[in-house]
């Protein structure tokens, strides 16, 4: 089936087809407008002016939404890299994947604090610099989950499209884009939303930057959002919350349940369901004439034009390529190439990893065996949060994702409930438990359940909607009960998704831990004892050793949590648990 019709519909022009050129028009001007205003000139020493006023929201949540998508651009394109390298490389796989998990942990923080330097000297005087940390910032919070659940995808292929392929003698790059990326198109768009909702939750830790003993606030919804909670202004949060809901609400509607509708065709059944998603604005889209137009004369050229171009370029070891010495010499220059890049990599890396040691060496063994002690203190929450999580989204998440009916009535709620940043929620959280002197220990479990049981809601709900048609015309033909059905044919259809769920679910615990374990609300703190505290308590005072330290060491959970628990069950789910 193509990816984009070229069929133009034969009505006449109307008032659908105007409203569609207005609203693609505006849309571009929109972006113009919007990104003008991120290459202003700027200096470290300077303040940007940002207004308290609501009337401003518009433009402040216009500059974050632009800031979201370009981070999301970089994350898919990361995913696809990334998780076919490792997909198919064994030697790969067993260095980039626990890489993966550590990159995972490593809190955003940790992040800004290093690059923050390195891009504002990469455009000095320009806003450029500072805008490229947030979106990189972003960027770490939206790409690990759309990584490992294309992973996922493509070491679960079935065998017989695997021989398909082999039979139809299809090149690496032919493979990648007839099936890879098709078999895993469902989960990965279920998991992209996952992750720009999640991009949201360190939206207002992305546009307040420090550097150099300054702060810089980009303006945005999440700068906006960051000022009232310092200053303790209800009504400009409530503003910013409405603002915020409108907005994900927007997305939603007008770009990803449109891409949900879409990405059906890529199911894999031998019946067709019975009921499928829909979206008014994908059904108004496949009416307009001008969208059609831009499908036939744009979009399916270009696709052509990339899918040639790969064809060609990609060294995929066919017989031509290795007939032609031109494409030798660029196979040559291209070894020579990535073997001088990684040999930068290590280089850097080690000089880096020195420098941290020092710092390690300086903190002294008793305070780095307080370290380790607060990670425990951290890891219990996550494993109560997780398990927390567990209970309510695999049965909700396997009654959305079983009934198209459902689907669409709960996707832009459970979209809505995903994508709000949880730490709007802190304030008014913070002042409950002052009010009722709640146990900050215990009570932290609540603020880190909040931004990370959806990861396994998105997942399961992506597994169960990949739940082949006819597969559950047999569970009806053999008349299994219902204890039978979960047994035989749900909990096993989801499970590599649910692992998927839980591995981004953890992971993005301990990244949410620097927030959910100290709260501010005016000159009141709340700290629960762990490793996020700790770090959160390090950035604040500028102490590098304590931040190494802490980032270390909550590594060390994470790769010990991957290889004793979730590799084992990940390669349960590819061995026992995926359809074949």
Same mark, same amino acid.
């Given at each position: ?39 202003? +000139?700027?200096?470290?020493?300077? *303040? ?49 994947? +626990? ?24 455009? +000095? ?160 889209? *496949? ?248 770090? =959160? ?35 349960? =789910? ?7």
């Amino acid at each position: 089936m193509a990816v984009f019709s070229s069929h133009i519909p034969t009505r006449r022009f109307g008032l659908l087809d105007l409203a569609v050129i207005i609203f693609v028009f505006s849309l571009l001007y929109s972006l113009v407008r919007l990104s003008s205003g991120m290459a202003v +000139p700027f200096s470290p020493e300077t *303040q940007l002016d940002l207004s308290s006023n609501p009337a401003d929201l518009p433009y402040y949540a216009g500059r974050s939404l632009l800031r979201m998508f370009l981070a999301y651009g970089a994350s898919l394109l990361f995913t696809l890299l990334y998780g076919s390298l490792a997909a198919k490389n064994r030697l790969a796989e067993k260095v980039l994947i +626990p890489l993966l998990d550590i990159l995972q942990s490593i809190p955003v923080l940790g992040f800004l604090s290093v690059t923050i330097t390195m891009f504002i000297g990469m455009f +000095p005087g320009s806003l450029l610099g500072v805008e490229l940390a947030s979106i990189f910032a972003i960027f770490t919070g939206q790409c690990w989950n759309m990584t490992f659940s294309f992973y996922h995808s493509l070491t679960t292929l079935p065998k017989d499209l695997k021989e398909a392929a082999t039979m139809l003698r299809l090149n690496p790059w032919q493979r990648f884009i007839r099936l890879e990326v098709p078999f895993s198109m469902i989960g990965l768009v279920w998991n992209s939303m996952m992750s720009f909702g999640g991009g949201w939750f360190f939206l207002a830790a992305s546009e307040t930057i420090t550097v150099l003993n300054s702060s810089i606030q980009l303006p945005g919804i999440g700068s906006f959002m960051a000022a009232a909670i310092t200053n303790g202004d209800m009504t400009a949060l409530v503003y910013a919350m409405v603002t915020m809901v409108l907005m994900i609400v927007a997305v939603d509607q007008l770009f990803w349940r449109p891409i949900v509708v879409w990405s059906q065709k890529f199911k894999m059944e031998r019946t067709a369901a019975k009921e499928v998603p829909s979206s008014f604005v994908y059904d108004l889209l *496949q009416r307009a004439i001008f969208i059609a137009w831009l499908r036939k004369y744009l979009l399916t050229p270009l696709c052509s034009v990339i899918y040639s171009y790969g064809s060609r370029f990609v060294a995929f070891g066919g017989h031509t390529v290795r007939q032609a010495g031109r494409f030798k010499l660029f196979s040559v220059l291209r070894s020579a190439f990535a073997y001088a890049l990684a040999l930068g990599a290590v280089y850097y890396v080690v000089q880096e990893a020195y420098a941290g040691y020092q710092m390690l060496a300086s903190l002294g063994t008793e305070e780095l065996g307080n370290l380790f002690v607060f990670g425990l203190y951290t890891l219990g929450r996550i494993i109560i949060a997780t398990l927390f999580g567990l209970l309510w989204t695999v049965p909700v998440g396997v009654w959305i994702g079983t009934n198209p009916r459902l689907t669409k009535l709960f996707q832009p709620l459970v979209q809505i409930a995903a994508s709000f940043p949880a730490n709007m929620l802190y304030p008014f959280i913070a002042v409950f438990y002052l009010r009722h002197e709640v146990n900050f220990e215990y009570g932290s479990i609540a603020l880190m359940a909040l931004g990370t049981q959806w990861y396994i809601l998105f997942n399961v709900i992506a597994g169960a909607t990949t739940i082949p048609n006819d597969l559950k015309e047999a569970a009806v033909l053999f008349k299994l009960s219902s204890r039978q059905r979960w047994k035989k044919l749900i909990l096993p259809a989801i499970f590599p998704s649910l692992i998927t769920g839980c591995i981004t679910a953890t992971g993005g615990a301990w990244n949410a831990s620097i927030i959910s374990e100290l709260l501010t609300w005016k000159e009141n703190q709340l700290v629960a004892t762990g490793i996020g505290s700790y770090i =959160s308590q390090a950035t604040a005072s500028g102490d590098w050793p304590a931040i190494i330290g802490g980032i270390v060491v909550m590594c060390v959970f994470v790769i010990l949590m991957n290889r004793l628990l979730w590799r084992r069950l990940f390669q349960l =789910s590819e061995t026992k648990y995926h359809l074949n």
